[in-house]
Nanobody, 123 residues
Framework: QVQLVESGGGLVQAGDSLRLSCAASGRSFGGYTMGWFRQAPGKELEFVTAVTWHGGNTKYADPVKGRFTISRDNAKNTVYLQMNSLKPEDTAVYYC????????????????WGQGTQVTVSS
């Protein structure tokens, strides 16, 4: 079992930056692909980004490419989401998720989820 706890959300203005963190505990972090998803009010859960265990493979959704960066520190069992040039449309609850094996953009393939952290971007 893996427990995931997100932090770092908040209220910012358009153009600002935020860094989200996701701390994993409960068992070895090894072998897990880590992903970030988000859900805006009235919308479905959508893929944001993911990184494989060794960090060699990253995926990004088109709306965040060039602005968001995912990274991980396996020694700290933590994955990060650096969000730059934030836009009002980035407003959502951001969830960290984990799955064994290769990267995936489909939320149904992830086994473990955090409780989410709210990011609000004002215009």
């Amino acid at each position: 079992q893996v427990q995931l706890v997100e932090s770092g959300g908040g209220l910012v203005q358009a153009g600002d930056s935020l860094r989200l963190s996701c701390a994993a505990s409960g068992r070895s972090f090894g072998g897990y692909t880590m992903g970030w998803f988000r859900q805006a009010p009235g919308k479905e859960l959508e893929f944001v980004t993911a990184v494989t265990w060794h960090g060699g493979n990253t995926k990004y959704a088109d709306p965040v490419k060039g602005r968001f960066t995912i990274s991980r520190d396996n020694a700290k069992n933590t994955v990060y989401l650096q969000m730059n040039s934030l836009k009002p449309e980035d407003t959502a609850v951001y969830y960290c998720a984990a799955r064994i094996g290769s990267s995936s953009t489909f939320y149904s393939t992830y086994d473990y989820w955090g409780q989410g952290t709210q990011v609000t971007v004002s215009s």
